[in-house]
Nanobody
């Protein structure tokens, strides 16, 4: 069974940089479509970034140009590097996976397209 474990969340000041990680256990990374989501208190979960191929991705408008999603097949991990962080980026960040049964990943930012989720890691940005 696939297990996703996020780490690296912490408190940072506005304008700062942070990279969070998601380790994938139970199956090879290449079998899955992967993405990052976040949920702030009182708000719905939203898609932030999702891989299409190893170095191609889709991003939400709110993070385009500031966040970068990447993966390491050797380390079996997914990463989200976040630059120029803003207080509105404060949220619980989740990695998500869906088995790649179609042979390609669309880079979906819709949570209903993913079936496996981690427990989340908290990112707090202070102004």
């Amino acid at each position: 069974q696939l297990r996703l474990v996020e780490s690296g969340g912490t408190s940072v000041e506005s304008g700062g940089t942070l990279e969070i990680s998601c380790e994938v256990f139970g199956a090879p990374l290449g079998r899955f479509c992967l993405g990052w989501f976040r949920q702030a208190p009182g708000k719905e979960r939203e898609g932030v970034a999702a891989l299409i191929r190893e170095k191609t991705a889709k991003y939400s408008e709110s993070v385009e140009g500031r966040f970068t999603i990447s993966q390491s097949n050797t380390k079996r991990a997914l990463y989200l590097r976040m630059n120029d962080l803003k207080p509105e980026d404060t949220a619980m960040y989740f990695c998500a996976a869906a088995e790649n049964i179609r042979g390609y990943c669309s880079g979906s930012l819709k949570q209903y397209d993913y079936y496996d989720w981690g427990q989340g890691t908290q990112v707090t940005v202070s102004s």
